[in-house]
């Protein structure tokens, strides 16, 4: 594992809700980390990964071709929005949850052309922010810790071997052992959204880089949740 830089917690003003930033590539396992992490710290959890699939999901009810512009996107995301659901704030479209709808190979396949939208982008953001507003919140995504989040409270950024997190992204959705020539397709697959996606993931320059390669997903909890104890006694 490495981490950098030296940890240093920001001061929270009083009053102020507690903002866990977590940031990584596709497939580093942020938001299953950052579900877990929310959990044992009796915090809220917020994906802001699910908002551009649900953007997405929107968009592809209205027409399936994916031809779209920023304008269509918006107005077809007019619906989505983030509602309470046990420990976490979760996507649907009106009244419907859609987290079945929202993980689907359409979904998944126009999805970072959509998040490389700038106004869907600020779109995202803003709502994530008004969700968090006062809350004790783990945000996970893209542009969490620079963007959306500058001055949270403990910022962590995971990154894990593109094999590994080809393979476990494959075991997740296959619900067996992946073969090498899949974890290989996976893998390429994965490389090239990590260059589409450059700009859109980058490290903060005060957050903590955990590298998930060789750990267990219960190692990374850990591991955070022990950098947000000490963060929230500061």
């Given amino acids: 594992m490495r981490e950098t830089p030296p940890f240093s917690p920001r001061v929270r003003p009083p009053g102020e809700g507690a903002v866990i930033a977590i940031d990584g590539p596709a497939a580093s396992g942020k938001s ?10 009796g915090f809220r959890h917020i994906d802001s990964g699910a908002l551009y ?8 009810r209205r027409r399936a071709d994916g031809a779209w512009d920023e304008r269509f996107v918006l107005d077809a995301a007019a619906d989505v929005r983030l509602v309470e659901s046990k ?7 009106g009244p419907q949850t859609i987290d079945h709808e929202i993980r689907d190979a359409a979904v998944t396949q126009h999805v970072s052309a959509v998040a490389r939208m700038p106004r869907v982008r600020d779109w995202v953001n803003e709502l994530v922010r008004r969700t968090a507003r006062g809350s004790d919140v783990v945000v996970d995504g ?15 950024f995971l990154v894990a ?5 080809a393979r476990r992204r494959l ?15 996976e893998t390429e697959r994965l490389v090239q ?5 450059a700009t859109q993931t980058v490290q903060a320059s005060d957050a903590v880089l955990i590298d998930t390669t060789f750990l267990t997903q219960e190692e990374q909890v850990e591991r955070i949740v022990a950098l947000a104890r000490v963060a929230l006694r500061q």
């Fill in 193 to 197: 959204r990590d260059a589409r996606d």
């Fill in 171 to 185: 075991t997740q959705r296959l619900g067996r052992a992946p073969s090498d020539e899949e974890i290989a397709e």
């Fill in 53 to 60: 699939r649900a953007a997405t999901a929107a968009a592809l």
């Fill in 142 to 156: 893209r542009d969490i810790g620079t963007v959306v989040f500058p001055d949270a409270l403990l910022k962590v």
């Fill in 87 to 93: 420990a976490s704030f979760v996507a649907a479209i």
């Fill in 161 to 165: 071997d593109p094999w590994e997190r």
């Fill in 32 to 41: 299953s980390t950052a579900h877990w992490v929310a959990e044992r710290l």
